[in-house]
């Protein structure tokens, strides 16, 4: 009977040990979330679409963590995965049928600005890849420098929409979807500036 109750109490013992330290890595998780959640809500107010800028990023807080480097790749596969759908939803919309001339030939300038767009992002995401110490202020004028003309393709993309020989429905669907994408890329581009402040965040 004693060695049962001895059995029971170690038992019991071990339970508690599991409990306590499940109870401990859960704290700790969610701090680290809410730390990291700050961090991005910080760091986005630093950017000129805020909101989005937090609403893109905070569904990967748990990558980000605190880093600037990380958080400044998350902004960049957001914006190129956000690019890549419209260049496809572009492309599908140009073949259909009952368009214009005008709205035809916008569409295709669009589509290969945004394949230009896609390009260049992609390059600046492989080049943050290669981020060392010794090279990291040519990296981030490379970046900076691709981001940047990212930025002025999608401008090009959108004036092509403008005026009023377009669809207004159409244009408002196309216009909406590209200025959501260069919304992301000036974001990307702030947090990618963020980044080249702070070099020794090489991690």
């Known amino acids: ?32 979330t809410k730390s990291s959640t700050e961090f991005i809500r910080t760091s986005c107010s630093t950017t000129t679409y805020p909101r989005l800028c937090y609403t893109s990023l905070s569904i990967h807080s748990s990558t980000i ?19 890549k759908s419209t260049s496809t939803m572009i492309s ?15 569409m295709k300038d669009c589509v290969e600005e945004l394949g230009d767009a896609v390009n260049e992002l992609g390059k600046s995401m492989d080049e943050m890849s290669h981020a060392r110490q010794s090279n990291f202020q040519s990296m981030i004028d490379d970046v900076q420098t691709w981001v940047s003309a990212a930025l002025t393709d999608e401008s090009t993309c959108s004036d092509g929409f403008a005026g009023n020989a377009m669809n207004g429905n159409l244009k408002t669907a196309v216009r909406g979807r590209i200025v959501n994408i260069a919304q992301l890329t000036s ?12 070099p020794e965040m090489l991690g």
């Open 92 to 106: 599908t919309l140009s073949q259909t049928h009952r368009m214009k001339p005008r709205e035809v030939s916008a």
């Open 65 to 83: 963590q605190t880093s600037p480097k990380l958080l400044a790749n998350a902004a960049l596969n957001v914006t190129l995965s956000s690019a």
């Open 187 to 198: 974001n990307a581009l702030a947090l990618i500036n963020n980044y080249a402040s702070d």
């Open 1 to 32: 009977m004693a060695a049962l109750s001895s059995n029971s109490l170690a038992e019991f013992l071990l339970l508690l040990i599991a409990i306590s330290s499940y109870l401990n890595s859960s704290s700790a998780a969610r701090v680290t």
